[in-house]
């Protein structure tokens, strides 16, 4: 049976996937900070923080819903303590149908699954901070079809897009647009 | 019952592990069986791990011959001896830490940091790598026991940020490493299928 803690991360990332602009302040302490792979190269500490993390995280989910037909999340284990959750998370992607990570076109009855191991810690019944890792080499590898020279192109061609991102944060935090307004 | 505890315990690869106050039982037991198998001790095997022990990262689903990328019994153990000692020829110390861990039932869910510096020269399909060049990597790994042996490993790290913070940022030179990797991982994988081990690149 899923915890009240667990099913509020649940509920929580589904209003940040869903852009709800008062999630932030609800959920999360003014001070989270998120530190994982797609972060790493987008500020001088390698973390995002505060509420332009929250907004990291929807176009993350944007760009991934806007390449692949179908993108689905399971809980595989959960472990739970006084101030943390840590989870490990399967992720299966599906049906690609645009260019995607540096690849051209991924063949459209693909299907690429990944365990993604999350790290949640609270304060006062927030998220102050979450870590998060993945095999980020086995998923352009899979996405490859087990073809690590066709990975390395792949992951060539995706090096200027990297590169341009952080260059678009001048040397502090790359900072991502605000919620689309409420209708 | 969960506990759960901050640790800070340095170990550098090639010595035993300093002995770290504030560590659980079943922490200590995996630092321990994992220790032992970097060092190649001899029984290791049959001390800390079932006969059905298997291991899943991303090394081993590399050269995996295994649907779901993993390896099995007694020569995972070998791999994971052999994948580290070619880490610790292609640097001169690599200096891991156990930093956080927790205790759930019969899982340890624990993240190592690893400091690798003092590059000898070449590693993962890099060359030339520059002497003063420091990587640091955290990585999370589970480890399940059963009647108070390993049964399972799981782990998983940012594997393309550490080719790239090995490449010194340069996420081209990385994808070429990546390709050159590509062919070494082959032959592992060949020798697997042969029944052989040889050292990760």
Not at chain 1, 151 to 179: C, D, I, T
Not at chain 2, 176 to 182: N, S, T, W, Y
């Amino acid at each position: 049976m899923q915890s009240a803690r667990s099913r509020f991360i649940d509920t929580t990332y589904e209003r940040v996937h869903a852009g709800d602009p008062d999630v932030f302040a609800e959920c999360f302490t003014p001070d989270f900070t998120y530190h994982g792979p797609e972060s790493k190269m987008m500020s001088p500490d390698g973390a995002l923080h505060g509420e332009n993390a929250i907004r990291a995280m929807y176009a993350f989910n944007n760009g991934d819903k806007g390449s692949w037909g179908k993108v689905e999340r399971e809980i595989i284990v959960e472990v739970e303590t006084k101030d943390r959750l840590f989870r490990v998370m399967r992720w299966t992607a599906q049906k690609p149908y645009k260019a995607y990570a540096g690849f051209d076109k991924l063949p459209p009855d693909m299907k690429v699954k990944t365990e993604v191991f999350i790290l949640y810690t609270f304060r006062d019944g927030k998220i102050c901070d979450e870590f998060f890792a993945y095999d980020t080499l086995g998923y352009f590898i899979d996405m490859a079809q087990g073809d690590m020279k066709k990975a390395a192109a792949a992951l060539s061609n995706f090096a200027p897009m990297m590169e341009n991102q952080k260059a678009s944060g001048a040397g502090g935090e790359v900072q991502f647009p605000a919620f689309p307004a409420k209708k | 019952m969960v506990s759960e505890k901050p640790i800070k315990e340095n170990s550098t690869v090639g010595k035993t592990i300093v002995k770290a106050k504030n560590i659980g039982s079943l922490t200590r037991f995996v630092l321990d069986a994992w220790d032992n198998a970097y060092n190649g001790t001899p029984g290791v095997f049959q001390k800390y791990f079932t006969p059905d022990f298997k291991m899943t990262g991303p090394e081993t689903k590399m050269v995996s011959q295994e649907p779901d990328g993993s390896l099995r019994g007694k020569p995972s153990i070998q791999s994971y001896h052999d994948m580290n000692h070619g880490d610790a020829q292609a640097w001169g110390k690599v200096v891991s830490e156990c930093v956080w861990s927790l205790e759930a039932d019969n899982t340890v869910v624990r993240i190592m940091r690893w400091t690798s510096s003092k590059p000898r020269g070449s590693y993962a399909g890099l060359e030339n790598i520059p002497k003063d060049r420091v990587v640091t990597i955290n990585g999370v790994f589970i480890d399940k026991l059963r009647n108070g042996k390993i049964y399972d490993m799981f782990w998983a790290y940012d594997t393309m940020s550490f080719l790239v913070d090995i490449a010194g940022g340069d996420m081209k030179a990385a994808g070429k490493a990546l390709g050159k990797m590509g062919e070494m991982m082959e032959a592992v994988k060949k020798a697997q299928a042969e029944g052989k081990t040889m050292p990760m690149p």
